[in-house]
């Protein structure tokens, strides 16, 4: 009679041969898109602009199976904030990461470092780094040509064509990528075509609707013939348009704005905003987790992409193109 010992034995040689052959006909489990994760991290998560961007990552994120975190600081003006979600973002060890940059000079070394470490895609604002693997973003300077033909043909449509007179440029914040890049465009877009338009104030805000609001009336009594304003990102042309809405000068001082939301919209149809350079956030976010895949996975990617610009203005905003750049789908 067998021992019970040597039964056991060969139970199991026998089950860890069938485990070995069961092992070589199952297939080995593949690293799916789901297993991958990806964070975009946005100036400010409370703006409907980076909202719009954020929808388009977080379909991209559907799309392709990635896990999408959506990280940002509470306003474009917490550069230290937006450096450790950064920072933080890296030491989760992702795929790789897309961010759009609040500062150019304070961005660029955290990026450099993070770029060390994990494939770094960026979107809508630069920074001083070349160690983006992909960079997504509206042609700024081009956006700022676009909106001074904007704010010069509204002008002439006031004027009875006479492209003349007193104009301004404010901006949100100084040092961030993209607005600088606008104000650039503009202001040599307004030097060599437009020579009967004066640029009489280049003026820097703190990112707050109401300094733009305040900075707009100010210029307004100090040049009661001013002809026109562009603001160059939504928060402006919100302040700003508040300002020309209060003075009853819709129609008078011509206002060009950069992005749009509910209340922009109705400024145009209201008259109040010439016109609108609007981008296309929506793409910045699907494209920058899809350029951010591909990456990691080790494909060519394009360097720079450019998301394109559109002056929008009362007589083309019903166009479907144009509609929905106005009206995003944010779920």
């Known amino acids: 009679m067998k021992s019970i010992s040597n039964v056991i034995s060969r139970r199991g040689v026998l089950a860890i041969a069938a485990a070995a052959m069961l092992a070589g006909v199952m297939p080995v489990k593949p690293v799916f898109a ?83 470490k994990v494939k770094v895609i960026g979107i809508d604002s630069s920074a001083e780094s070349n160690a983006f693997t992909s960079f997504l973003t509206t042609d700024n300077e081009q956006g700022g040509r676009v909106a001074a033909d904007g704010l010069a043909e509204a002008i002439g449509a006031a004027n009875g064509g006479k492209v003349e007179g007193k104009v301004a440029l ?39 609707a ?24 939504l928060i402006m042309a919100q ?5 020309i809405a209060e003075n009853n000068l819709s129609g008078k001082v011509a206002l060009i704005g950069f992005d749009s939301d509910e209340k922009l919209v109705k400024f145009l149809t209201d008259g109040v905003i010439s016109g609108l350079v609007v981008q296309d956030p929506y793409r910045m976010g699907y494209d920058g987790i899809k350029t951010a895949l591909a990456a990691s ?18 007589a083309n905003m019903s166009d479907p193109k144009i509609d929905a750049l106005l009206n995003p789908k944010l779920d």
Not at 64 to 73: K, W
Not at 92 to 98: D, L, M
Request: overall charge negative; proline content about 5%; hydrophobic content about 45%.
């Open 34 to 116: 789901q297993d991958v994760t990806i964070p975009i991290i946005v100036k400010d998560t409370t703006s409907f602009y980076w909202q719009i961007v954020l929808a388009g990552a977080r379909k991209a994120g559907k799309d392709l199976g990635v896990n999408v975190p959506e990280l940002g600081a509470q306003a474009e003006t917490d550069v230290n904030g937006q450096i450790s979600i950064l920072e933080n973002a890296v030491a989760g060890n992702p795929a790789a990461i897309v961010i759009a940059p609040t500062e150019a000079k304070a961005l660029g070394k955290p990026i450099d470092e993070a770029a060390a």
């Open 170 to 208: 404010i901006t949100a914040l100084p040092g961030a990528g993209s607005l600088e890049a606008r104000a650039k465009g503009f202001k040599e877009q307004i030097a060599s075509k437009y020579p009967g338009l004066t640029l009489v104030a280049d003026k820097y805000a703190d990112g707050q």
């Open 210 to 233: 109401t300094t733009g609001l305040n900075i707009a009336t100010d210029l307004i009594t100090a040049n009661p013939d001013l002809k026109g304003i562009f603001a160059s990102n």
């Open 239 to 243: 302040g700003v348009g508040q300002a």
């Open 297 to 314: 996975k080790g494909e060519k990617v394009e360097a720079f992409v450019d998301t394109g610009a559109n002056l929008v203005t009362k």
